[in-house]
């Protein structure tokens, strides 16, 4: 006999998956099929951003971005030869893709049929929540009430045609990445699927006995932080808040179809290019914040690779995250006890004070006209820059610590790192060249008149108000690309352009006496004084389709906050736009931000055209997640500094900024203000 306690039989473990995709679809079908056979039990497809915002390989926007953060899909073809060998009947597939969700699980479906299955049998999940692209993650095309039609529309045909698949996981995720605190979280998240289910029983198209079958579809996808504990409590709030709302708001009773169905990415935000070999960690103890709790775990995890903060994951760097949830599920006892935190007072209290906190900010919501009211007066975009200005200032004032970073710097050389550029996945630049002659190609070849007709019946659908998913359907067996679909739809709807919140931001780091702030305000006044004009001027730019903009915001929130006058129009410009607005508005620097890759193609653009304007001697700065050899080969053309993850002390930045115009513009160097310890460490 033995003290040891015999345990239940385990539960089924969370489906595992990695979010991945890249170049083309047949080098992205060859992933799939390689992480299936290593113990993946379900797919996350990650699309490039042409895909993600509508447009086709060869428009301008998309110069630089095809296959970069994920695979091109332009066509019925390209999802065909994404799926090969793969039966979506027996796969749960995962897409990440908003603004034009309807359109590619309308190529998925055909894809399926295709290859024999039943369309009632397919699961998986399209991301489908719009809300948060105008806040965060900037993939929107439309407009917010077009959008959520395009929603409305596909949650109401899944329900009759595609039974078993979610056809919206609202996402929160984003939403930590900018900056939101947990209540923001739940509040923001809970509020968009508000404004989606009230549109979905307002249209007439559910009858009343199934609304619980669509409560029952609607998930989520959230982000775990590396503070477990309160990440632990806010997925049981969200459980808790969720219940509450389908409940009391719309007469759900099966709690079934009550219960808070999520997904989680562990938050990519959190990882340091300083000592990458940290993110290790810190991506285990975030996992453990959506596994440990039985009652409030994910459905379903995937896991960023220890080196996201350097650059692309290689196909090794997402084995290492695949194993870590293999290791957890497989070796260790978690799956065979009940929920570890019953009864905890601890637990218990804290929960409570989010719920309440998230009811709170759910109602200001509400007392605005709801979720999209309340992101067309741009009040949800500005305190999130405000409450990501906020953590911020925390880490550069080292309350916030990060070790490795403002913290613990001093480290042994990193094997993993000693070979910089050879430790992330590079994309081929020729791969674009490709994808564009293999589209051109695909147009010439497919039946012109049925494309042209079936785009000609979408447009004339959207100016109605049917169900535009069998349109669409019939767009994808047309050989209709992806471009020609959403161009179709702008000429109905319209295009948007979301608040930036950089206006409405306050202050987060004073500019008192003696603090680096002021010392940067001073020298910026000086070069200012200097130079014969009022203030200094700063044009914050995103070329391309990279919508990842809180850095971007940052930048320009302190560099107002440091005296700058900042011209910064938002996200999606192209190189020609941005040298315009330079001109135009007679810039001493231009800061461009890309995370997405494009740097290469996209900088060197904007350089020559600002020579062409007369404008040659304008210094240029480059912000993002750049490797070693495309921050030299930048600098050998022209850029003036190049500033990656690393560099986390914004008002450094900004004082380097000011030496960068204080230098082309020929001046004397300006003595540095007494160096901040922490700002240095960076």
């Keep these: 006999m033995t003290n040891r306690q015999i345990p239940r039989a385990k539960d089924r473990p969370w489906l595992m998956r990695t979010y991945a995709g890249h170049s083309t679809a ?24 042409p895909t993600q915002t509508g447009y086709d390989p060869d428009h301008i926007l998309a110069r630089g971005e095809v296959g970069r953060v994920g695979v091109p899909v332009s066509h019925l073809g390209d999802m065909r030869r994404l799926f090969r060998d793969i039966p979506l009947e027996r796969t749960n597939t995962s897409m990440t893709i908003n603004a034009t969700a309807m359109w590619l699980l309308a190529l998925y479906q055909v894809v399926a049929e295709e290859q024999g299955a039943d369309p009632a049998l397919l699961r998986g999940t399209t991301q489908n929540d719009i809300v948060k692209e105008y806040l965060s993650r900037g993939t929107h095309v439309f407009p917010p009430v077009p959008s959520l039609r395009l929603t409305t529309d596909m949650i109401t045909y899944t329900v009759h045609h595609l039974p078993k698949w979610n056809p919206i996981n609202i996402c929160s995720y984003h939403l930590q990445e900018a900056g939101a605190t947990p209540v923001q979280e739940i509040a923001y998240a809970m509020s968009t699927a508000i404004a989606v289910l009230d549109a979905v029983f307002a249209s007439g198209r559910i009858p009343e006995e199934r609304r619980g079958e669509v409560v029952g579809r609607i998930s989520f ?14 997925m049981r709030a ?70 996201e903060a350097l650059g692309l994951p290689r ?13 957890l599920a497989d070796e260790s006892d978690l799956l065979e006890y009940g929920d570890l935190f019953d009864g905890s007072r601890v637990v218990e209290e804290k929960v409570a004070g989010l719920v309440t906190e998230a009811f709170g900010e759910i109602g200001r919501i509400e007392g ?20 990501h200005a906020e953590r911020r200032a925390r880490i550069e004032s080292g309350e916030e610590r990060i070790v490795g970073v403002n913290c613990y710097e001093s480290t042994e050389p990193s094997p993993l790192t000693a070979d910089l550029d050879g430790a992330v996945m590079t994309v081929d630049p020729a791969n674009e060249a490709r994808v564009v002659a293999a589209l051109r190609a695909w147009r010439e070849a497919r039946d012109g008149a049925r494309a042209t007709a079936a785009l000609a019946a979408l447009r ?12 669409t359907v019939e767009c ?9 679909w959403s161009s179709a739809l702008r000429d109905v709807f319209g295009e948007f352009r979301a608040p930036t919140g950089v206006g409405g931001a306050p202050v987060a780091v004073t500019a008192e006496a003696g603090t680096p702030l002021a010392a940067v305000r001073a020298k910026a006044a000086r070069t200012a004084e200097e130079l014969r004009v009022g203030r200094l001027r700063l044009l914050v730019g995103k070329p391309g389709l ?19 006058e900042v011209v910064y129009q938002g996200i999606r410009l192209t190189p020609e736009q941005i040298v315009a607005a330079a001109v135009a508005e007679d810039v001493h620097c231009v800061g461009l931000s890309i995370l997405s890759g494009s740097h290469a193609a996209l900088v060197p653009d904007v350089l020559g055209r600002l020579r062409e304007a007369g404008a040659g001697d304008l210094p240029v700065v480059v912000g993002g997640i750049i490797p070693n050899a495309d921050a030299r080969a930048l600098r050998a053309a022209g850029v003036a500094a190049v500033f990656t993850p690393k560099d986390f002390g914004i008002t450094t930045i900004i004082g380097r900024i000011v030496d960068e115009i204080r230098t082309a513009n020929r001046l004397d160097p300006d003595p540095d203000p007494e160096p901040d310890p922490l700002e240095v460490s960076a």
């Design 546 to 564: 990279d919508g990842h903009s809180n850095g971007a915001e940052q930048i320009a929130v302190r560099a107002r906050d440091a005296g700058f």
């Design 476 to 484: 994808a067996r047309a050989g209709v690309t992806t471009g020609e």
């Design 315 to 327: 196909p090794w760097d997402q084995q290492w995250s695949l194993r870590i949830q293999q290791v």
């Design 221 to 234: 996808f959230v982000n775990a932080g590396v503070r477990f504990v309160e990440e632990m409590c806010k």
């Design 238 to 307: 969200f459980s808790r808040v969720w219940d509450r709302i389908t409940r009391e708001r719309y007469g759900i009773g099966d709690a079934g179809h009550r219960r808070f169905r999520y997904g989680v990415q562990v938050n990519s935000l959190g990882l340091t290019e300083a000592q990458p070999e940290n993110n290790v960690q810190r991506i285990v103890l975030e996992m453990l914040a959506v596994t440990l709790s039985r009652d409030a775990r994910a459905r379903a995890v995937q896991l960023p690779a220890w080196n």
């Design 368 to 387: 605005m006209g709801g979720a999209l009211a309340a992101v067309e007066s741009g009040y949800l975009k500005s305190r999130l820059v405000a409450a």
């Design 460 to 471: 004339t659908a959207a100016a109605g108000t049917g169900n535009l998913m069998a349109a």
């Design 26 to 49: 047949e080098a992205s079908n060859a992933l799939y099929r390689r992480n299936l056979a290593k113990g993946q039990t379900g797919l996350s497809v990650a699309f490039d951003l």
